[in-house]
């Protein structure tokens, strides 16, 4: 799905997270929002997925108005910072949430939803952990699960709020290669709020930098490297 | 070979944190006597002056008609206060954390009040507010539903005295737990309602039912306020509390002890209760507990 962000601003009481902002993403691709803490790009991240709303601009899905459109609508799969897994839901419970919450008409038979949780397993490599709670798993573990459910909802866009931010580098470079192969196997429109540039470099197809409510610089990562537009953004790629 | 003593006696490390055996001993045995005096035994006072006369007499001054009404009447009022302030106790705890908005500290603060209000003053406001003599309270005895020395008031009494106990209990596991799930749960196409029903509620579960079993042994054992309140007529306003202190004033000790006997089982038999529960579910609550 196209995504269009058109002069997008978001005023936290008398404070600016985000000045006006506008970006188009292209159907289909890896996007990183890269910028230091208090740079706005969470707050551009929640506004996509509907949990914020915008002081004032507009936000486009494939070039229909979705500004108003209500979080449960939007049907972006959100990975949260923290996973926010339900502590009291075991594994398998967990990514059917979006699916038994569906209205009866819409909602999937009992043994429908069970294959397709079973297939999510599969497809994050964790065919045997559906019994388990999220606090018997590992964080890398918990991580997937999360984006599991978030894909369960067959979502119109995969939004990741600093999916790598609590893992060591190991795990880190794993569920990498584990999110390209799942942006790439859907085809999804997939955004993700990184402060690592490397991360930012190394995985996304797009990278948006941003400071200070602000978009410094759009471009593709070897374009970036090469040619920063501004001095902030010299400063943080070789930071 | 003069360090061979040394090396026989290996050194003896303690941890940091580690006290030596006798402060241990101390201090537990501090706590147990503390306990003992103002816990363990005015509640055996309590049972071996109700079982005095024997049990035969113990149980006829609670088969008699003013013990059964007391008993049927508290246990009315708890059973209506309770549910009504686990209901505003969640709405107010939900209100409290899950927004931002300005005068909230001001808000907790108010929620505080109860606690921090005498009882008897409580009541008398309530007399103040309601009583035959206000514009209101007036109205209301007119209109044949008066609140002073009558069920409603008792309730809307118990009520403002154990308002605190359900929101004070969820306020602080529910900041701590946050809004991501909440928000996760929208994002997956949740109503909000849903959300509250299926994540939020079995979350703040355990906080909920110790907040409420708190809240129901303070709305049966609430005197001060329900004293000022009900005129304390017999058959008709005396509640438990109420009608342990009125036998006690008659030197009816056997039936006064023996009531609060009873008042005192009820408070043991809902700590009873948490208990088990806790027992029973002891795996889904290891489980469940972020690590």
């Known amino acids: 799905m196209h995504i269009e962000i058109d002069e997008i601003s978001k005023q936290f009481g008398t404070t600016a997270a985000l000045h006006p902002v506008s970006l188009a993403l292209p159907s289909g691709a890896l996007v990183a929002l890269l910028g230091p803490s208090g740079s706005g790009k969470t707050t551009l991240l929640r506004i996509l997925g509907g949990l914020e709303f915008p002081t004032s601009g507009r936000v486009l899905f494939d070039g229909q108005d979705a500004t108003g459109v209500t979080v449960q609508e939007r049907r972006a799969g959100f990975v949260f910072q923290s996973y926010a897994l339900f502590r009291h839901m075991t594994v398998f419970d967990n990514i059917a949430y979006g699916l038994n919450a569906r209205p009866r008409a819409t909602r999937p038979q009992k043994a429908e939803i069970a294959r397709r949780v079973t297939k999510l397993l599969d497809l994050i490599q964790l065919p045997d952990i559906g019994s388990r709670y999220p606090s018997q798993l590992s964080g890398g573990q918990r991580q997937r699960v999360a984006l599991a459910r978030a894909l369960a909802i067959e979502p119109r866009m995969l939004l990741l709020d600093e999916p790598f931010g609590a893992l060591d580098a190991k795990v880190r470079r794993e569920l990498r290669q584990g999110l390209r192969d799942i942006h790439d196997t859907t085809g999804l429109t997939t955004v993700f709020v990184t402060h690592d540039q490397e991360e930012a470099m190394e995985l996304a197809d797009l990278v948006v930098v941003m400071s200070m409510g602000r978009i410094e610089q759009i471009g593709k990562p070897q374009d970036i490297r090469a040619r920063p537009a501004t001095p902030f953004v010299r400063t943080f790629i070789t930071a | ?291």
């Not at chain 2, 509620?201 to 303070?218: E, F, K, M, Q």
């Open chain 2, 1 to 291: 070979m003069s360090d061979v003593s040394l090396v026989r006696t290996p050194p003896r490390f303690r941890s940091a944190t580690g006290e030596s055996a006798g402060t241990r001993w101390a201090l537990i045995a501090v706590a147990f006597t503390g306990l003992a005096i103002l816990v363990f035994a005015p509640l055996i006072a309590v049972f071996v002056v109700a079982l005095a006369d024997g049990v035969a007499a113990s149980l006829e001054s609670l088969a008699s008609r003013d013990a059964r009404d007391a008993i049927r009447l508290t246990l009315t009022i708890a059973a209506i206060s309770v549910p009504l302030n686990a209901a505003f106790g969640i709405a107010a705890a939900w209100f409290i954390t899950k927004f931002d908005f300005r005068g909230k500290a001001f808000l907790i603060t108010l929620i505080d009040l109860p606690f921090s209000v005498s009882p008897v003053v409580a009541g008398l406001c309530i007399v103040l507010m309601f009583g035959a003599n206000s514009a209101l309270g007036g109205w209301l005895v007119a209109n044949g539903f008066p609140i002073v020395f009558a069920m409603p008031g008792i309730i809307l009494a118990t009520m403002f005295v154990t308002f605190p106990f359900v929101a004070r209990e969820l306020i602080p596991v529910m900041i701590e737990q946050g809004r991501a799930e909440e928000e996760a749960g929208l994002t997956l196409g949740a109503s909000g309602w849903r959300v509250f029903w299926t994540v939020t509620l079995p979350n703040i579960r355990w906080a909920l039912l110790y907040g409420v079993l708190l809240c129901n042994a303070r709305a049966m054992g609430e005197f001060g306020a329900v004293a000022v309140v009900s005129g304390k007529i017999r058959g008709q306003t005396a509640t438990m509390p109420t009608t342990i202190e009125m036998l006690y004033q008659e030197y009816l000790s056997v039936a006064a002890f023996s009531l609060a006997a009873v008042l005192a089982l009820l408070a043991l038999v809902t700590l009873l209760l948490k208990t088990a529960l806790e027992i029973r579910h002891a795996d889904q609550l290891a489980a469940t507990h972020r690590p």
